[in-house]
């Protein structure tokens, strides 16, 4: 009987129930790394690499209130829903603050984990501006990319600081 309720509940479920879902799941994520940020800025060894997690920290906050304002966009409090992906993903993030403190190979780590972060948030930003232009909410798609764009530039700067010297420097001072 109650699988038959479920199922029936289920049933009514449409594209907008996925999207916010969806935006419930991101909007814990962004809290979360809103947290994790700090840690792994105070955890770098290089300041540049440090500047990089406080920068986009910054744009995290903005990033918050974008989504708090999609919320309100479709009358609905803002709450957050237990995201276990990203939660494994940050956990693996501590993991190398820990393991590899005062190691050479430090920073390359911390790096690689912030990319893991930023390919999570891409993947769930495009599908929610997917599913908003197919709401016809233009408003909510702009805000989306807003925030999508500010991931991808944040994931090339990555890029940029593990190929500028991040990844050799681990490489050389292990030799
Ligand atoms: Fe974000
Ligand atoms: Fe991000």
Not at 6 to 27: R, S, V
Not at 66 to 88: N, Q, S, V, W, Y
Request: glycine share 10%; net charge negative.
């Amino acid at each position: 009987m109650a699988t038959t309720r479920k199922a029936a509940k289920a049933a009514n479920k449409g594209l907008e129930d996925l999207f916010l879902d969806g935006l419930k799941d991101i909007y814990y994520a962004e809290k979360k790394i809103l947290k994790a940020l700090p840690k792994m800025a105070k955890g770098a060894e290089s300041e540049e690499v440090a500047a990089a997690f406080e920068k986009h920290r910054m744009e995290t906050e903005g990033q918050v209130e974008r989504l708090e304002e999609i919320f309100e966009i479709f009358g609905k409090a803002a709450r957050g829903k237990t995201c276990p992906a990203i939660d494994g993903i940050l956990e693996e993030g501590s993991e190398i603050l820990e393991d590899y403190q005062g190691a050479p190979a430090l920073d390359a780590g911390l790096v690689a984990a912030a990319q893991a972060v930023e390919h999570y948030e891409i993947a769930r930003y495009g599908t929610l501006a997917a599913w908003a232009e197919q709401l016809g909410k233009s408003d909510v798609v702009d805000l989306l990319n807003a925030t999508l764009k500010e991931e991808v530039a944040t994931d090339e700067a990555l890029s940029g600081l593990g190929e500028g010297g991040v990844n050799e420097r681990a490489l050389q001072e292990a030799a």
